[in-house]
């Protein structure tokens, strides 16, 4: 139930801010009456609205009803960002307000989606208009939109400032009252956004167009139209300027309004015309009928001398006519004579002054209500939802209803116009107590609270008195006026008393008596209404209900080639004999649909209240406001609110709030909620008749209860903002640990994560390795291919890599890494390619004496290596440039070689060819010539050119034998000498004579020449010392001492 939603809401957060507020309640009252300690004081009641209204507060809550002072000045608190602060917040969240009233009944139409709808009632001047602007504005500006629904919008406000200008009037109680009542539903699609819209009108005050009272004026339009209106426009329309020419104008002498800008509001009304879907055609006839209903007011009628009449202002009916194109002489007619059907028979009869006169009244009202309900209705086709959008929109589209009606209006004199507004209270009234009496019921039996039934008083007994069939008001005036035979207002009045004399509500002059009777003259009623007495005087009654037009007149009207003034006067209606209804009646039956849609609806409130008379901002008529707060009931509504209790609350927001009031509440309730809540009452030592807990609710019943706990939160607030301090600070240092943790987690799941990735794929890579590994060694042997590539380049290359460490460093270290199969070869090339290095290397090295020893040793190689067993222990053992010392050779001899330097002198033992005899000897070697010195002789000298060859033994002894020419004089033949450098010595002898392939290494015997022809021999044995003797058949025997080698 939307009532108890609202509750809802107030049982939820939004009561904090009420209550927080609460603290400043003793400058700016209660923002909500229901709070209000004595609740049955108006006074304190009075009180509470002027204090808020002194502080600019003009709205205030009773519940979820709305009461608004006017403040009569701009207040800063319409703007767009206000309404932003309202929208989507919760009723009661922030200060009262309209627009939050507005947005709750949105949501409410949203949430709920149920028909909504928002009456708005107060007296005249109350800002009824206002509020439904406001209402409306805010739903343009804050609902969802686009370009269509702007453009409704756009229409929906204009069509406000069209409605005024035609149905508002300067009153005495209002500079822009609304003289009609208004209806509008406002539509709205699925998604909220507002897609049409209709406006429902009610009684038009028809009978200021004709009559003003003094101060007051006419509908706002005439003097709209002469003040606002150009020249040409004026001219065309046959008018001037000044509305004092004009005798509809001029009764109520007042053709300005100060607050009101008659200039400014025609062009508004012009460039709102278009907007709303008015063809330039339509806007002339419209101003032609406005016009036409000046010019009807100042045709003016003459009395012949036989009674009749006649008009005598022929150029005002020529402009009527012309402007309505009606026919000229037929008008003329209708206005004076009047068309019965009598038996079936038409009689025409002349119509008297008067009856002209109202006849013509007659013409201009009808004329100009029916124009207004022909606006209603073409302002109504503008905002109605497109044939292709009613689909779309019916489904899930709701209504939010505005109702913008006359409040009770009591004035001096009362007519039948205040008969029906108040009848019209009394009928929203009827609905209001129905509505909100019901919902109350509702909750307290939900929430099982014994409830203690209000006395408030139901009008229905009034209302009864007004319609009930046959016997209301309303039936009886219907049958005064059809009744035959000659009725008048007073007949009207004794039919009154005859039928319902004795009604409790109902008093006449002649049915009361003592004081009362003084009070009620005898053309009055006084009926008693919900809001208060009032006196109607019976005058006017009959012919107002009646509301007759001559039939003659309606068919003039019917011809006309205005199209709106055919589209208000049918032709139907002329032949039709049945009676139309009679306008209480017609009134009464659209009061009944509109009750019906209203019940429809779930309602919202607006009371409003004008603080003065004067129209004066900061002024509080404390009489004016203590009517008003009467006739609209609201001390009732209260009242009624507060009938059982005050306030209610859903237990866990009660909870919630004031838990830190008790230790075993604060700061967490663990059992159920009614529990807690009873624990928190009893700790804070409530009466039993203070509260009540129902099934999800605390009611309390007086509002001290609640202010006395408030102030104890108040005062432990201190306490509890340092606990919430500490353990906001804890939770929050706790959040930010358990987020930095989580953030190191998540780091270090990362980064272990990529690790071990990195270490599966390391590992992947690594079996691969080996399963190419071994899948290559298996297939060493094969061809070079995928199946072994890669083992053979390991292999290859691990060799490769080995050897570079590896590398022989000297080229005698003949070590070398086995290569594998298959670099055999390029193995022996590197081999090759790095000992050819290392020996240029090792030459480049080679200083020239060591040269020198190399290539001696070189030739001392080709000759003996492997040929003479002495030769490797020579190796080992550097060849001296000379084995003896110059001082050792006589200087003689040296004289004697002359140029011929010794290059080399060595000590040999020289063996005689005949009988061996050994003789130490120098052999010296110079460059042509070796010599053998004996001591400082020179004994023999063998030229290297005669040299014939050089022996030696294959055995480890130093016998040589040069073999020379023994022929020639100069040489004595073969030389044996015996030499322990005996390699040394063959080297050098064969190097300085360039026969090194002239030395024979002789395996056996060397035979050597003794003469000419003659022959010795050196036999060679093994032996165990080394020794040359002379051996068998004169042979020389040279023992030779076995070398080990090893
Ligand atoms: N909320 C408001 N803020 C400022 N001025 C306001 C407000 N409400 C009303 N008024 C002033 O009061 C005047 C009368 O208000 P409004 O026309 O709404 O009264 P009403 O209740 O519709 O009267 P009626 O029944 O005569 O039509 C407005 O013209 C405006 O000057
Ligand atoms: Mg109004």
Request: charged fraction near 25%.
């Amino acid at each position: 139930m939307r009532y108890q939603g609202r509750e809802m809401d107030v049982d939820g957060r939004v009561r904090m801010v009420m209550e927080s507020g609460l603290t400043a309640r003793d400058r700016v009252g209660v923002q909500d009456f229901v709070l209000l300690e004595n609740f049955n004081s108006e006074a304190a009641f009075i009180e509470n609205l002027r204090r808020r209204f002194r502080e600019n507060l003009i709205y205030t809550y009773i519940g979820s009803v709305l009461v608004s002072v006017n403040p009569y000045k701009d207040l800063e608190i319409y703007s767009k960002p206000q309404m932003e602060r309202y929208r989507g917040v919760s009723f009661y969240e922030i200060s009262p307000h309209i627009y939050a009233l507005s947005d709750n009944t949105y949501r409410a139409m949203r949430t709920e989606r149920k028909d909504q709808c928002i009456m708005i009632s107060g007296e005249s001047g109350a800002g009824k208009t206002e509020a439904s602007k406001k209402i409306l504005l805010y739903y343009a500006v804050t609902c969802p939109t686009n370009d269509h629904m702007a453009m409704l919008g756009d229409r929906l406000l204009q069509s406000n400032s069209v409605l005024e200008a035609f149905g508002n009037a300067k009153t005495l109680r209002n500079d822009n009252s609304s003289r009609f009542g208004k209806y509008m539903d406002v539509q709205f699609d699925f998604r909220g956004a507002p897609v049409g819209g209709h406006i429902l009108n009610y009684l038009l005050e028809k009978s200021r167009v004709v009559h003003q009272n003094h101060g007051e004026r006419n509908f706002h339009i005439f003097y709209q139209l002469l003040d606002g209106g150009d020249d040409e426009l004026l001219i065309t329309l046959a008018l001037e300027r000044n509305p004092q020419n004009y005798t509809y104008l001029v009764k109520g002498n007042c053709p300005r309004v100060s607050s009101l800008s008659d200039k400014n509001n025609w062009k508004v009304v012009m460039k709102a015309l278009p907007v709303i879907g008015f063809t330039e055609e339509e806007v002339q006839k419209l101003l032609n009928i406005i016009a036409s209903v000046l010019h009807l007011g100042n045709t003016q009628f003459g009395e012949g001398e036989e009674g009749e009449t006649h008009i005598t202002t022929e150029t005002q009916i020529n402009h009527v006519t012309k402007l309505l194109g009606v026919d000229g002489s037929a008008l003329r007619e209708a206005l004076t004579h009047k068309k019965l059907t009598a038996k079936g028979e038409e009689i025409i009869s002349p119509l008297n002054f008067e009856q002209a006169m109202s006849a013509r009244d007659a013409l201009a009202k009808a004329v100009y209500r029916r124009t207004f309900t022909w606006l209603v209705q073409k302002i109504n086709q503008s905002l109605a939802l497109k044939q292709d959008e009613i689909y779309q929109s019916s489904k899930g589209s709701s209504v939010i209803g505005l109702l913008d009606i006359y409040g009770f209006e009591v004035l001096l004199q009362n007519s039948f116009e205040q008969f029906c507004i108040n009848y019209c209270n009394e009928k929203l009234q009827q609905l209001f107590i129905e509505l909100t009496l019901r919902s109350e019921q509702e909750e307290y039996e939900t929430e099982g609270i014994a409830w203690e039934t209000v006395q408030y008083f139901d009008n229905k007994i009034i209302c009864d008195l007004i319609e009930e069939k046959h016997k209301g008001i309303i039936s009886i005036l219907d049958e005064e006026c059809l009744r035959p035979g000659e009725t008048c207002d007073a007949s009207f009045l004794e039919k009154l008393e005859d039928t319902l004399g004795g009604h409790p509500h109902l008093v006449t002059h002649k049915l009361s008596n003592g004081k009362t009777r003084r009070a009620v003259s005898r053309e009055e009623f006084r009926l008693l209404h919900y809001a208060g007495e009032v006196n109607y005087n019976v005058n006017g009654f009959l012919d107002k209900h009646n509301d007759l037009l001559n039939r003659n007149l309606k068919e003039v009207m019917c011809q006309s080639d205005n199209q709106i003034l055919r589209h208000c006067f049918r032709r139907k209606e002329v032949t039709d004999q049945k009676r139309p209804e009679m306008a209480a009646t017609f009134f009464k039956n659209s009061l009944t649909k509109l009750m019906e849609i209203l019940m429809s609806k779930e309602p919202s409130y607006v009371r409003c209240i004008k603080p003065n008379d004067a129209k004066q901002p900061g002024r509080f008529d404390e009489v004016l406001v203590r009517h008003q707060v009467k006739y609209l009931g609201l001390m009732e509504n209260l009242r009624v609110r507060r009938a059982g209790f005050a306030y209610r609350r859903r237990f866990e927001a009660f909870l919630q709030r004031y838990k830190p009031l008790c230790p075993e509440t604060w700061p967490n309730w663990h059992g159920s909620l009614a529990d807690g809540v009873s624990t928190l009452v009893n700790h804070l030592g409530y009466n039993e008749d203070e509260y009540k807990l129902g099934r999800s609710k605390i009611f309390i019943r007086f509002p001290k209860t609640l202010f006395t706990t408030e102030d104890a939160l108040e005062a432990k607030k201190p306490d509890i903002a340092l606990t919430l301090q500490t353990s906001w600070r804890g939770y929050r240092e706790r959040a930010k640990y358990q987020r930095i943790r989580h953030a190191v987690l998540v780091i270090q799941s990362a980064w272990r994560g990529m690790k071990a990735r990195r270490r599966a794929k390391k590992r992947r890579q690594a079996a691969e390795l080996i399963r190419r590994f071994i899948k290559g060694f298996i297939y060493r042997h094969e061809e070079y291919g995928p199946e072994n590539d890669y083992f053979l380049d390991h292999v290859r290359c691990s060799f490769l890599k080995n050897l570079r460490k590896n590398l022989p460093k000297s080229v005698l270290d003949k070590s070398w890494p086995t290569p594998p199969p298959s670099l055999v070869q390029a193995s022996e090339y590197l081999r090759l390619l790095h000992m050819r290095n290392m020996v240029v290397k090792y030459c480049k090295n080679v200083q020239p004496e060591w040269k020198k020893q190399m290539m001696q040793k070189v030739v001392a190689s080709e000759i003996f290596k492997d040929q003479k067993d002495n030769y490797p222990p020579s190796v080992g053992r550097l060849f001296l440039d000379t084995r003896l010392e110059r001082e050792q050779i006589s200087l003689k001899v040296i004289q004697t070689l002359g140029n011929e330097k010794v290059q080399y002198g060595v000590s040999v033992i020289k063996h005689d060819r005949k009988g061996y005899k050994p003789r130490p000897r120098q052999l010296l070697l110079t460059h042509t010539f070796a010599v053998l010195v004996d001591r400082t002789k020179i004994k023999q000298r063998m030229d290297y050119t005669a040299l014939r060859g050089i022996s030696v033994s294959a055995l480890s002894d130093g016998m040589f034998v040069l073999h020379m020419p023994s022929e020639d004089n100069k040489q004595k033949g073969d030389v044996l000498l015996h030499c322990s450098h005996v390699i040394e010595v063959v080297t050098k002898i064969s190097m300085m004579a360039s026969k090194v392939n002239y030395v024979n290494v002789n395996a056996g015997s060397i035979r050597f020449a003794v003469a000419r022809g003659k022959e010795g021999i050196i036999d060679f044995v093994r032996g165990p010392e080394l020794k040359v003797t002379k051996g068998k058949r004169g042979h020389l025997l040279v023992t030779a001492p076995e070398i080990n080698t090893t």
